[in-house]
């Protein structure tokens, strides 16, 4: 079956950390390229970070370079999200999602991530 | 970065009607546009690319048309599935983009 699945995410404090983890089956993952996309509760999609499928290339939103690192495991067909000096503003759902030509044919059902004191 | 202006936010139709959603681009795209929709408490699913290449196992009442700034998702004959938010995004460079989104409920 062809599935993302994202974990990793609870509730953390500003200034915290958290890595999500995005677990690819029934595909090749390590021949593609992946995202992160983001969705703040009751507000709309926003494209976090990209990396190509070797991680040769790595793009980032303004609003957390510097702050989210993407990697990802081949061997274990895992995409990672490390989210360090977290605002209250990060607070979302985090999709992964499959690239083909940098849009998004196949996402993960999410996990929410939750920045509050 | 790349804006895209979505059009109308929310509207309010009924079964077998038409509705039309627009997108655009604050700066020419080409045909570097997907749709998507989103139903409530779910991931996106992608319905269109390219502007107007229909995804595999998308019903045909949903079609794509437009290039360079200006983009319209419309949907023929509405369906009680369809009832959902309507994204579009641009994948001409980054950072990527999405539309803020257009919610279709029933009238």
């Known amino acids: 079956q062809v599935q993302l699945v994202e974990s990793g995410g609870g509730v953390v404090q500003p200034g915290g950390s958290l890595r999500l983890s995005c677990a690819a089956s029934?595909?090749?993952?390590?021949?593609?390229?992946m995202h992160w996309v983001r969705q703040p509760p009751g507000k709309g999609l926003e494209w976090v970070a990209f990396m190509r499928f070797d991680g040769s290339e790595k793009f980032y939103a303004d609003s957390v370079k510097g702050r989210f690192t993407i990697s990802r495991d081949n061997s274990k067909n895992t995409l990672y999200l490390q989210m360090n000096s977290l605002k209250t503003e990060d607070t979302a759902v985090y999709y992964c999602?499959?690239?083909?030509?940098?849009?998004?044919?196949?996402w993960g059902r999410g996990t929410l991530v939750t920045v509050s004191s | 970065a790349i804006q895209l202006t979505q059009s109308p936010s929310s509207l309010s139709a009924s079964i077998g009607d038409r509705v039309n959603i627009t997108c655009r681009a604050s700066q020419d795209i080409r045909t570097d546009l997907a749709w998507f929709h989103q139903k409530a408490g779910m991931a996106p699913k992608l319905l269109i690319s390219d502007a107007s290449t229909l995804q595999s196992g998308v019903p045909s009442r949903f079609t794509g048309s437009g290039s360079g700034t200006d983009f319209t998702l419309t949907i023929s004959s509405l369906q009680p599935e369809d009832f959902a938010t309507y994204y579009c995004?641009?994948?001409?460079?980054?950072?990527?983009?999405f539309g803020a989104g257009t919610k279709v409920e029933i009238k």
């Open positions: 999602a499959k690239d083909h030509h940098w849009y998004f044919d196949l």
């Open positions: 029934g595909f090749a993952f390590g021949y593609y390229a």
């Open positions: 995004q641009q994948f001409d460079n980054f950072p990527l983009t």
